[in-house]
């Protein structure tokens, strides 16, 4: 028997959780020491002396007797024998003779004052809200009400040691505001209560939690939580119908050696974490947390409060990639390529911070320092009288959102007296597919000026021909995957974008050609422009010119360019003999001749021609 000190002192920690809970003796008698005022409540008993009588003060009298197993044997028919833990359907009838069923998790612990025990936590099947809980459009718990439970049901796991059973499940629905809009808020609202009964089935035993607008968050059991997390995603997104609004979730497992060292609040920040490390991925719908993930974020942190000193450091540098013409072999262009190189850190490369600061809208400032920086450059190669070779910059769609890009870019323009054909303006694909109108009517805006505006990583995103229709773009750069993957395939896919881009007007340029092979491949198609690490990496601006001229890479002129753009337009992979020749009064020469070209000639002998 307990003393009555004891008994109180269990109770003020038990009473307190969510939860029916009971404990009981670790032997054959099962018999029960202890039961919550929960789990008094479920089985609709006034005090302890009526549940005592109505069980007879065991666990066998807990349950319907048919339905009784001795709760050892749970464990080893249904449960985890070595872990001594397992989850079990619990059906039991009320004082007043109702049935009803519960979940429960069973553990066997060893507690101070108590010995070896059982300890059975009983969830009804639908988590009932206290008076006073905020309740919102889905009928699910508010942020400030869930996080209380979950700190209330941390505390209970401290208590049983149960903390690695449980994990944090943290939902975000993409790009809601779309829906919004596409739809109306009433819809919106509507499809937010049908995600939240998604997720009631699933996880009927679960605290769930409609946190704000488009994020829902739960606790569940570990045990088969991928499976239900893998089930919501898929009927939620095949409900919506629309593959840029998702629903993507993130997983966190504590470590079970270790699970208290977090509260709700860091459970759910880890959950938050895995889910947006998959925001932009379209192939997957859930991750778990992973260290790796906390390293990012800590890196992300460091971008963040360190990126204003980097730029007023000069500790931003502007390295520039060769590209050349592929009818001549000359340097016909540069790309400009933020580095950051950190007195602590080392090099940092763009992955590690274009994403950071477009995320916290910072990247104008980056952009708006590559310009200028590029613009001084561009000034400097025309002061010394060296052929001065376009340098093409990278734009972000978050620029646009901060700053009027063109402004910035004429600017520098008229600060440096440059002519704009010096400056050429990359936007990615995929920021069209997002932004679409308004990039739109930008990208119209600084080609209206004079610049050319190349389409970055063409081919990258998911409605490539969407986007050709509907923007008018100079030159298309090729998206480096279908080099990566150089098979069959990926060349017939550069042929016909190389061809379809000829008939409407647009260059062409491959990214991210390493081998002699791919650029044989890429003449032979006709593509304009290589750029790529078989010409040269980025590289600071001294470099290049010391690469160059080790490469007998020599620098086209603005001639050479107004004439080469034109003759690269001709589509050569008809079946119909092409050659295209440089003639001038002395001399002709033959920049390129097709197969069809080719076959002719070894078919005429010389002397035919004489
Ligand atoms: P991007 O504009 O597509 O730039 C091309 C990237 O491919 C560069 O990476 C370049 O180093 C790499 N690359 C070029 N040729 C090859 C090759 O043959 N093989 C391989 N494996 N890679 C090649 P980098 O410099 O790391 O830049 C990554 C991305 O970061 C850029 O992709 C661009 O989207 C972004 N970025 C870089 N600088 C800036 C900037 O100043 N502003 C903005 N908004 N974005 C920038
Ligand atoms: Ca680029
Ligand atoms: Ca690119």
């Not at 274009?354 to 980056?366: C, G, Q, T």
Request: proline share 3%; aromatic share 10%.
């Amino acid at each position: 028997m307990l003393d009555e000190k004891t008994i109180e002192e269990l109770h003020s920690y038990y009473d307190r959780l969510p939860g029916g809970i009971c404990l009981v003796k670790a032997d054959d008698s099962e018999e029960i020491l202890l039961a919550n005022a929960e789990l008094l409540n479920y089985y609709q008993c006034a005090n302890w002396q009526e549940f005592k009588e109505l069980t007879r003060g065991t666990y066998r009298g807990m349950v319907e007797a048919s339905d009784y197993i001795p709760l050892k044997d749970i464990v080893r028919v249904k449960g985890q024998p070595e872990a001594n833990y397992a989850y079990f359907q619990f059906p039991y009838r009320t004082r007043e003779g109702h049935f009803n069923k519960g979940n429960a998790l069973l553990i066997r612990t060893t507690q101070k004052g108590l010995g070896d025990i059982w300890s059975i936590n009983v969830m009804k099947s639908k988590y009932s809200r206290a008076p006073g809980e905020t309740e919102n459009i889905t009928g699910l718990l508010g942020g400030t009400a869930f996080y209380k439970r979950v700190n209330e049901h941390i505390q209970m796991e401290k208590i049983d040691g149960i903390g690695g059973l449980y994990c944090s499940v943290y939902f975000n629905l993409t790009n809601f505001k779309l829906y919004n809009s596409n739809y109306g808020i009433e819809q919106g609202d509507e499809l937010l209560r049908k995600v939240a009964d998604v997720l009631r089935a699933h996880f009927p035993y679960s605290i769930i939690a409609h946190l704000n607008a488009d994020n829902f968050a739960l606790v569940a059991p570990r045990d088969g939580v991928i499976e239900q997390v893998e089930a919501v995603c898929r009927e939620v997104d095949e409900m919506i119908d629309n593959f840029s609004i998702t629903l993507k979730a993130g997983v966190f497992f504590r470590d079970p050696d270790n699970p208290s060292e977090y509260t709700a609040n860091s459970a759910f920040d880890m959950a938050k974490i895995a889910c947006d490390s998959i925001k932009g991925d379209a192939s997957r719908s859930w991750a778990t947390y992973t260290e790796t993930m906390g390293k990012n974020l800590a890196a992300r942190a460091y971008v963040l409060e360190n990126f204003d000193r980097a730029l007023r450091n000069g500790y931003i540098k502007i390295f520039y990639q060769p590209v050349v013409r592929t009818l001549t072999g000359k340097l016909c262009g540069m790309e400009a390529l933020a580095r950051w190189e950190d007195p602590e850190r080392g090099r940092l490369t763009p992955d590690m911070f274009v994403p950071v600061l477009e995320d916290a809208k910072l990247i104008y400032k980056l952009d708006s320092y590559v310009v200028e920086q590029v613009g001084k450059r561009l000034h400097t190669m025309e002061d010394s009288g060296m052929p001065v070779l376009p340098i093409s910059v990278n734009l972000s769609s978050a620029d646009f959102d901060q700053v009027d890009p063109l402004d910035v870019v004429e600017r520098v323009v008229r600060k440096y007296r440059l002519p704009r054909s010096y400056i050429r303006i990359e936007i990615t694909e995929s920021a069209l597919v997002k932004d679409g109108k308004k990039l739109q009517r930008e990208i119209d805006r600084f080609r209206k000026a004079g610049y050319q505006c190349w389409m970055d990583d063409f081919g990258s995103g998911y409605s490539s021909f969407n986007v050709l229709q509907n923007f008018h773009f100079d030159e298309l750069k090729i998206d480096m995957a279908f080099l990566r993957n150089f098979n069959d395939q990926s060349r017939k896919i550069i042929k016909s974008i190389v061809l379809m881009a000829k008939s409407l007007g647009v260059h062409t340029l491959a990214e991210g050609a390493e081998t002699q092979e791919q650029v044989d491949f890429l003449r032979s198609v006709g593509c304009e422009k290589i750029q790529g690490y078989f010409y040269g990496r980025p590289m600071k601006y001294d470099d290049l010119r010391v690469h160059c001229r080790d490469k007998n890479l020599r620098e086209e002129t603005r001639q050479e360019e107004f004439a080469y753009d034109k003759l690269g337009l001709i589509n050569v992979l008809t079946g119909a003999p092409v050659a295209l020749c440089a003639v001038n009064d002395k001399s002709m020469r033959i920049l390129y001749e097709n197969d069809a070209y080719k076959k002719v000639l070894e078919d005429v002998s010389v002397s035919d021609l004489r």
